[in-house]
């Protein structure tokens, strides 16, 4: 894939990779085992220009394209997917719903100290009943005297908790047509009197992705502080969930890639009977079938980028992209951890984290039940 890119992807995602082999890969095993979300690993991360890639810069953004912001995710997720996972939620769930939807007040307002990393946004769906099931929201927002009075929780929500996050566009019931649920999406600081956030601890993965529970008590924001119109919550989830799922499939490349890299290495030099494990045919093999799903993933994932930015339907292709990408990001990881043998159960070693982080590919942006629901939907 690297031979069709123009010579400017190929030095970014060099820029990127020296990045993350500098300032990601030497902390990533000490920060998985504390928990910790980095603070100043996220401020690094807005000085590399890594929040804001897509957005003009009239609001602080890189004024990059898509393909770039998924390499940057994709290399970064070949290091350590938590911070992957924090710029992946930051880009397509928090900041492009406010420049896809928002007013230009809201734009201004809120896009330049998000771009920068300096602040960072939540996107708030999943409930304790809400998730798969996108109109099982019962959180719920009411217009009094030109506020919207919001009450109600939200879970698993990533970048929500930390020092530096600000707030949350959160879906809600604005009221019933014939006995249906309006949602609509509403932007929601933080200093809001009544906004309480708790951190979500003792994960199997992404140890050091702030993930928390929020609580909303009576919170009070400006009728205007509405995303898009009123009743169009649905519609800006679904938008905002295509686009999330091209930078899920981006972590699932990039860490099927890391996967690979590893096996690669550790099978030259390990040595049993006598010759290296890559003289084994059956590690031979193993390795060639690694090599082969990642250029298939890889051409998969771009191709889907670039209907996006052509602005063409690509619903079908990203719930594709994501749901290929999680699977051998499994498989890879996998296998991976097959041919490390015992030494890939120690925390020391990367492809342990690896082989965790994995497991929620095939559940966030949409389970891989629910995306082959959708590509039946598309193909039947």
Known sequence: MNELLDSRYIKYRQEVREFAEIHVKPVAIVQDEKEEFPVDLALKMGEAGLFGITVPAKYGGQGLDYISYIIAVEELARVDSS???????????????IYTFGTEEQRLKYLPGLCTGEKLWAFGLTEDNA????????????????????????????????????GITAQAITGYNDGKKELSAILLDRSVPGYTTTPIKGKLMWRAVDNGKLNFENCRVPESNILGKRGEGMKIMLSTLDGGRLSIAAIGLGLAQGAFEMASA???????????????????????????????????????????????????????????????????????????????????????????????????????????????????
């Open 83 to 97: 911070p992957a996972a924090t710029i992946a939620a930051h880009n397509s769930l928090g900041i492009n719903p």
């Open 266 to 380: 550790y099978a030259q030099k390990r040595r049993q009977f006598g010759k290296p494990l890559i003289e084994f045919q059956t590690t031979s093999f193993k390795l060639a079938e690694m090599a082969m799903k990642i250029e298939l993933a890889r051409n998969t994932l771009y191709h889907t980028c670039r209907l996006k930015e052509a602005g063409l339907p690509y619903g079908k292709q990203a719930a594709m992209s994501k749901l290929y990408c999680s699977d051998i990001a499994r498989e890879i990881a996998g296998e991976s951890l097959q041919i490390h043998g015992g030494f890939g159960f120690l925390r020391e070693n990367h492809i342990e984290r690896f082989y965790r982080d994995q497991r929620l590919l095939s559940i966030g942006e949409g389970t891989s039940e629910i995306l082959k629901m959708v590509i039946a939907r598309y193909v039947l």
């Open 131 to 166: 998730g798969s099931d996108a109109k099982g929201v019962e959180t719920e927002a009411k217009l009094e005297n030109g506020e919207w009075v919001i009450n109600g929780t939200k879970m698993f929500i990533t970048n929500s908790c930390s020092s530096i996050a600000t």
